[in-house]
């Protein structure tokens, strides 16, 4: 069987994203996103973790027996994520003073379990690395979309401290939006979370149906136009 | 794909359970590695962090020594260990900085304080906080200038009356929408000096036998 890698890019980024559409992994989103450089480094961090235990599970997966896969999974996990909180404690320390507390949060992502049981255990460590890659990409842009929201709305800045994530050559990312602005704090709160999040998917619900009405329209035509000639 | 049955002996308990153990030391040993290479740089981050909270309170110009040398232990109030940096210019002591715990409106705040010998605050930071952003936050030095005003306030300089936010009748601002924050913070800073000031002779013993050796 050969595996449609289009179809992994198109699910990991919209029609199956982690946030939009399973609407998993909301915990962390709530938590880091009160700036869209936040929501940056806590989506990389996933990132690399869901790659990591993708491969990781994928390459296993023919000696692992269904009765124990879960605890062996989490395990996996586990392991990953202290690994990678640790080297980051040692040698990405800026940043890991701004995430410190959200790294162990990644063990908690039901999302990362989620795709090591539907996809990684079903697959060969390819398909599974690239799911991995295109599911992190995904969650990493639903949590830039709703800090960047947040962040605007609430003190009228982006990118805010993206030098601390990504080094001084990218200082030119932190904008002031809104100058001697000041503040709405509702957007910054966990409440004003939920909020940003009920309007994104309200709003990707919407997008969906369109481009569904527009497909199937231009199908009509199609047919209208076969039927005339 | 794994449409085909599992073999038999994968059912077996004793596959499963070597199966489990296996990857359990297989973590174990991952974790040793990870932990042993990255122990030493963590240590010497943290070392580095310690360093520059001390600098905001004893700055340069007020010594020559490393901070982290000459710190002496003493017992807290509560009987709780703790460590007192001092600041030496020329073998003498020129001011002591040490932790203290405010209680804020979300959960503790850490704050480093900076004395001179005579009991005077050199300054006062917030090392690290929960409070509310936009609200409580004004403690950081990065926010408000807020923290700046305890900078030369002693014991003797203001009255007991006075450590208080001006809502209860003292002279510290309160923030508008959070009283309890600083009003936490003015308290912990309160009491640090009323912490060195019960032991400030023990101090000066301590650090005068130093002198002599």
Redesign the interface.
């Known amino acids: 069987?050969t595996t449609d890698y289009r179809r992994i890019v198109r699910d990991g980024l919209w029609d199956n994203n982690i946030v939009f559409s399973q609407t998993l992994a909301l915990c962390p989103l709530l938590a880091v996103t009160?700036t869209a450089t936040n929501g940056l480094g806590m989506g990389l961090a996933t990132t690399f973790v869901l790659m990591l235990s993708g491969l990781t599970v994928a390459a296993f997966?023919k000696?692992?027996?269904?009765?124990?896969r879960i605890?062996?999974f989490v395990?996996?996990i586990?392991?990953i994520v202290?690994?990678v909180d640790?080297?980051m404690?040692?040698?990405m320390?800026d940043l890991h003073?701004v995430l410190g507390l959200f790294i162990p949060l990644i063990v908690t992502n039901c999302a990362i379990l989620g795709r090591a049981e539907s996809y990684a255990s079903?697959n060969p460590a390819l398909p599974a690395v690239t799911d991995g890659l295109m599911m992190g990409l995904g969650f990493t842009l639903a949590l830039v979309i709703v800090g960047a929201t947040r962040e605007v709305i609430?003190?009228g800045t982006l990118f805010a401290n993206a030098e601390l994530l990504l080094g001084k050559s990218f200082a030119f990312l932190e904008l002031t939006l809104i100058p001697h602005y000041r503040?709405f704090?509702v957007a910054?709160?966990p409440p004003g979370g939920f909020l940003v999040l009920g309007f994104l998917l309200a709003g990707k619900r919407i997008l969906d149906k369109q481009l569904e009405a527009r497909r199937s329209a231009s199908r009509l035509a199609r047919i209208a136009g076969a039927e005339a000639t | 794909m794994s449409t085909v049955a599992e073999p038999t002996y994968r059912k077996r308990v004793g596959y499963q359970s070597s199966l489990l153990g296996g990857f359990s030391t297989l973590a174990a040993a991952l974790l040793m590695l990870g932990y042993n290479s990255t122990y030493e740089p963590i240590a010497q981050r943290q070392a580095d962090d310690l360093l520059e909270s001390l600098s905001q309170v004893l700055p340069d110009s007020l010594h020559d020594n490393n901070l982290l040398d000459n710190a002496i232990i003493i017992d807290d109030s509560n009987g709780k260990p703790l460590t007192i940096y001092r600041a030496m210019k020329e073998q003498h002591t020129t001011g002591f900085a040490y932790r203290a715990t405010a209680q804020g409106y979300a959960g503790e705040i850490d704050l480093m304080l900076g004395v001179r010998p005579d009991g005077e605050l050199i300054g006062v930071r917030v090392l690290a906080h929960a409070e509310t952003p936009g609200l409580g936050d004004k403690i950081e030095k990065q926010k408000s200038n807020w923290i700046l005003g305890f900078n030369g306030r002693s014991l003797s300089n203001t009255s007991e009356g006075e450590w208080h936010v001006k809502k209860d009748g003292g002279r510290f601002d309160q923030f508008s929408g959070a009283t309890i924050t600083p009003r936490g913070v003015v308290k912990a800073i309160h009491d640090g000096l009323m912490f060195f000031k019960q032991h400030r002779e023990e101090l000066a013993v301590m650090t005068e036998n130093e002198a002599k050796k």
Do not use: D, F, Q, Y
């Not at chain 1, 000696?63 to 124990?68: D, K, L, M």
């Open positions: 069987m009160s997966r000696i692992i027996s269904a009765e124990v605890p062996v395990l996996i586990a392991t202290t690994l640790m080297s404690n040692a040698w320390h003073k079903k609430g003190s503040g704090l910054i709160l």
